[in-house]
């Protein structure tokens, strides 16, 4: 079965939402347009080097967006030292158990939260990263979505 957008639904699709690369600031990735035919994504943070001071960091985000300007943020993955151990993270979306409460998302979740059951057919990358001081805060990282 294939979807509109031509994705043979029974395979599964990855979707690279942040390349691998070395990152010296923060910016949002590109958005991907993913529509509406998934509704569980496994998404993996996988930080390979942060060779830097203690004090800097990296949070990584992923968000989801109705109209692809307005993105509201579903996963904020561990905050990441500037020195901290290459590791790599996952979080499930999945609106199977959406809950009974209302959620306000006028602002990122904490750190190491997920909001598991914001969707949109819009979904993106994005990153802060902060240089405690030195100049040379840098991180090696990617972000892929695996849609179930």
């Known amino acids: 079965m294939k979807s509109p957008r031509g994705v043979e639904l029974l395979q599964g699709e990855q979707i690279t939402l942040a390349a691998s690369a070395a990152r010296t600031v923060g910016a949002n990735g590109t958005s991907v347009f993913i529509g509406g035919e998934r ?4 998404v993996v943070n996988a930080i390979t080097a942060s060779a830097t001071a203690a004090g800097d ?3 990584v985000y992923v968000d989801f967006s109705l109209d ?9 993955f561990t905050q990441q030292a500037g020195n901290g151990a290459a590791r790599t993270e996952f979080a499930v979306l999945d609106p199977a158990n959406p809950g009974t409460s209302v959620i306000n998302i006028t602002s990122d979740a904490a750190a190491a939260a997920v909001r598991p059951a914001l969707f949109g057919p819009y979904m993106r990358a994005r990153w802060a990263i902060v240089d405690g001081g030195g100049g ?3 991180h090696t990282f990617s972000v892929v979505a695996y849609a179930l």
């Open 68 to 76: 692809d300007v307005t993105f509201y943020n579903a996963i904020h």
């Open 136 to 138: 040379d805060s840098s």
């Open 57 to 59: 960091t990296l949070d």
């Open 39 to 42: 509704r569980r994504f496994v």
